[in-house]
């Protein structure tokens, strides 16, 4: 199986998650300003919602992705207030054609006090679990 994981975050909290999914994988967390360049079975894609939507930065990325280059999307974030963005993720991704996973990951995140220090040890431990199974 060949891997790639791609983050977008405006706090750190993705891209801590984000770096732990890529070392369980052997692979680098690149933001999603880096496109997909080869072709991968599972693409771990992280996000959040900002304003109660996703980033247009992350439905740009998406719609610039295609089923030739990715198997299928593996959704995972953090947020404070709202939880899972698959559904926003897999409405972006069926434009293109590109399958999504039926699981994801999410956990809190800290926001302006809210949920401090999210994602914690925890959750890190958490995400790393969650991965093993595509292993």
Known sequence: ???????????????????????ELGVEALPISQPIT???DILFLGNSYYAFNIDPEVRAFVAGLSKDKVGKIVNFGSAALLNSTYKK????????????????FHCKGEFKGMHKGRPNEDDI????????QYK
């Open 1 to 23: 199986m060949k891997f790639a994981v791609r983050y977008y975050t405006k706090t750190g909290n993705t891209k801590r998650l984000a770096d732990a999914v890529a070392q």
């Open 38 to 40: 080869e072709p991968v």
């Open 89 to 104: 993720i897999k409405a972006e991704a069926s434009k293109v054609g590109v399958a999504m996973d039926e699981k994801e």
């Open 125 to 132: 431990k958490a995400i790393v679990e969650f991965v093993k």
